[in-house]
């Protein structure tokens, strides 16, 4: 039987989309979640037993807005759990800062405003030896990738590794625990997932910027394929037991 990897999605618009099915190409069995539609989630071991990993999505709403969304209890709850059972997690957007607050970190609005675009990444010298980034950063030590928020990590867990940062210094990629990644990026998105955040962002966003990240995004979805599709193979590849722990 395929390994069997729980995706928790927080609203309609932020689907697993690219990353979902590279990680069904590359042998994992998909299970998602919606606990923004009353679906619950895993908050106890026994039932997270059935799944070997965890994929957390992102969403319009604030990692730390949990009287606006009282579902995002119930998903650190189910991050602390996957941490503490070493189960192979990974966060994206507001995944990644969800992570980061079950790990003790802290998520507020980014002071330097929002990023959105399709823009480059930094990696660190960590990243190389990475069992899950290792193969992703380029040559010249940059990375683009679709930016979409306007909350960062701005202080990280005791003993989180940052692996990519923004220009401006903001965590990008970390790892959070052995077995445990967030990025702030969005590597399952393409244009049409990005038409539909444009679609939803006014009055938060202006038109002409939201109209311009859509274009970029078409424009390389290609490129942004190619760089981020080793992410899902890599992660399988843990999630299997190909790749040994740290």
């Given at each position: ?10 609203q ?136 979409w ?5 701005t ?40 038409q ?38 890599a ?12």
């Amino acid at each position: 039987m395929s390994p069997r990897i729980l995706v928790v999605q927080h609203q309609a618009t932020c689907p697993p989309a690219l990353l979902g099915g590279w990680l069904e190409e590359a042998g994992l069995m998909l299970e998602v979640r919606r606990p923004d539609l009353g679906e619950p989630l895993p908050t106890e071991r026994a039932d997270l037993a059935p799944y070997d990993a965890v994929l957390v999505l992102g969403g319009s709403m604030d990692a730390f807005d949990e009287d606006g969304h009282p579902w995002l209890r119930d998903t650190v709850t189910l991050l602390r759990l996957t941490i503490e059972q070493d189960t192979p997690t990974l966060g994206v957007c507001l995944g990644h800062q969800l992570i980061a607050r079950a790990c003790g970190g802290t998520v507020a609005r980014n002071p330097r405003g929002r990023a959105i675009g399709v823009l480059p990444i930094g990696w660190t010298s960590a990243a190389d030896a990475d069992p899950l980034l290792g193969g992703l950063a380029r040559a010249d030590g940059t990375t683009r990738c679709l930016q979409w928020n306007q909350d960062v990590v701005t202080v990280m867990p005791a003993g989180a590794v940052l692996l990519a940062a923004s220009p401006q210094g903001e965590p990008q990629v970390v790892r959070f625990a052995d077995r445990a990644w967030g990025i702030q990026a969005h590597p399952e998105a393409d244009g049409a997932v990005a038409q539909w955040w444009a679609d939803d962002s006014a009055p938060d966003v202006a038109a002409a910027e939201a109209t311009h990240t859509v274009a970029a995004v078409s424009d390389a979805e290609s490129e942004l394929a190619d760089t981020w599709r080793p992410l899902a193979t890599a992660f399988a590849a843990i999630v299997t037991g190909v790749v040994a722990r740290p």
